[in-house]
């Protein structure tokens, strides 16, 4: 009979990741398998960050428990379906005033979601062998011009005001006694560090995965829904 088919790749998306590498250690031939953890970009930067440290101190445990771990370090993830541009829109959309923090000068360069999918399933197909991999799409953008991006999308005008940090992190303990806050002090401390390519790392680029959809020409086949005439508005998109 032919041999049976070799066991599956991992794919596997955890807050830190370091239950499942704990409890794995038993399992013998799970060190030879493939393992993608997706992870986040910027965080080797962010000391202060219990979010960061919490990231970092998953990806140890991977890599100290899997021979053929991936790690898979995004800059902001977007698509319909986030919890970024489509919380951002929803803010906007209701606000007149949107508080902005350390000037909106934070730099990005936010991947779509599917671009960062396929790349993952060529990692597991190829076999690519690299411990860190950073994810970037095309467009470096600060904060505060993503904010101007999806205003123009959902045609509107609102007053991005920027705050000072000490009345933000008032505010953030405010909001961190509701079940699901606008921001966090531990997003805040985030937000003080760009979220781009280190330099220390391989990238997408240099596996030539393709990761060029652009922002304004993706988010615009959604943002339909936060215009005053929602369905309505839906213009014709390729």
């Keep these: 009979p032919p041999p049976p088919p070799p066991p599956p790749p991992f794919f596997f998306q955890a807050e830190a990741g370091i239950l499942y590498a704990q409890e794995s250690r038993g399992l013998g031939d799970v060190y030879k398998r493939q393992f993608v953890h997706l992870s986040a970009l910027g965080i080797e930067n962010a000391k202060d960050s219990i979010y960061a440290q919490s990231k970092l101190k998953g990806e140890e445990e991977i890599l100290n428990n899997f021979d053929k771990a991936v790690i898979v370090r995004p800059s902001i993830v977007y698509s319909v379906d986030d919890n970024f541009t489509t919380q951002l829109m929803t803010i906007l959309q209701l606000l007149p005033i949107y508080p902005i923090y350390y000037n ?8 779509y979601c599917s671009d960062l999918t396929n790349s993952i399933n060529k990692i597991l197909t190829t076999d690519i062998k690299e411990n860190i991999i950073e994810f970037v799409g095309p467009e470096e953008m600060s904060f505060k011009e993503i904010l101007e991006k999806l205003l123009s999308l959902i045609e509107k005008k609102r007053l991005l005001l920027p705050m000072p940090i000490s009345l933000a992190k008032m505010t953030a303990h405010i909001f961190e006694l509701l079940p699901k806050p606008l921001i ?13 390519l280190s330099g220390k790392y391989k990238n ?34 390729n």
């Design 104 to 111: 909106g000068k934070t730099k990005f360069r936010p991947i």
């Design 204 to 237: 997408n680029y240099d596996f030539e995965f393709n990761c060029s959809s652009r922002f304004e020409e993706v988010v615009n086949k959604y943002s339909y829904m936060w215009k005053n005439e929602g369905e309505y508005s839906k213009k014709e998109v």
């Design 184 to 196: 966090t002090n531990d997003q805040l401390r985030l937000l003080k560090y760009d979220n781009v």
